[in-house]
């Protein structure tokens, strides 16, 4: 249910265990009119009232990302939500379904830099030894979206280290990597991303490497790797 409380939006949600009918219930609060901060939030709580490990904790990446406002579009953030569902899958279905989803986001809005950082993330898998597509015509998609995606949104810590992962996986550019690290964490010093482990490691600094890990549990222990 939802009311007017205070100037805001507030929202009961109850979620209901069918088998034990047990009832879990929570309250989230938005701006009047922010119907997208709403959204995800209360996604977020159904999430957490569920245990769903592909829908976002309400302190994991995406729900950051949303409430960051990366995009107006309400239809643009529904196809984004939904392909990172799929991508979350692993598979190469999922990633194929992913980019269909992930591209319709950045048609229906140019400017989301958020989608185009998942967008660009997939194309990484897809044309990785475990993806359905040929490195020549994956990775430069990859390079294209995720260029696209720091420039749109400079300080998306996400699409900073996915940048860097390209530069130090696919062009072997530790230089460039690491500035795009660098950048990622000084905007999000928690940030967990298999790229800033895996560039540690190329560095010889592993002990960074599982410094920077054990951080980013212990602040968001219920968070998906991205």
Not at 71 to 96: C, M, P, V
Request: glycine share 8%; proline share 4%.
């Amino acid at each position: 249910t939802f009311e007017q409380v205070d100037g805001q939006i507030e929202a009961q949600i109850t979620v209901v265990d069918i088998r034990s009918s047990d009832r879990i219930r929570d309250t989230v609060r938005a701006s009047m009119g922010d119907t997208l901060t709403m959204r995800a939030l209360v996604l977020a709580s159904i999430s957490e009232s569920l245990n769903a490990d592909r829908l976002p904790k309400r302190n994991s990446g995406l729900t950051g990302m949303v409430l960051a406002a990366p995009t107006n579009s309400l239809e643009a953030y529904d196809q984004f939500a939904i392909g990172r569902y799929h991508y979350l899958k692993y598979t190469d279905e999922g990633l194929e379904t992913a980019i269909e989803y992930f591209t319709r986001a950045t048609e229906l809005d140019p400017q989301f830099g958020g989608a185009f950082s998942k967008l660009g993330d997939a194309y990484l898998l897809a044309g990785s030894h475990q993806g359905f597509m040929e490195p020549a015509e994956a990775y430069p998609k990859a390079r294209d979206a995720l260029l696209r995606a720091v420039t749109l949104s400079p300080d998306n810590a996400l699409a900073l280290a996915s940048i860097g992962d390209y530069y130090a996986c696919i062009e072997s550019d530790l230089e460039l990597a690491g500035r795009a690290f660098d950048r990622a964490l000084k905007t999000q010093p928690d940030l967990l991303h298999t790229g800033i482990t895996r560039y540690y490691m190329l560095t010889g600094r592993e002990a960074e490497g599982f410094e920077s890990v054990e951080r980013s549990l212990a602040a968001f222990p219920d968070s998906n790797w991205e």
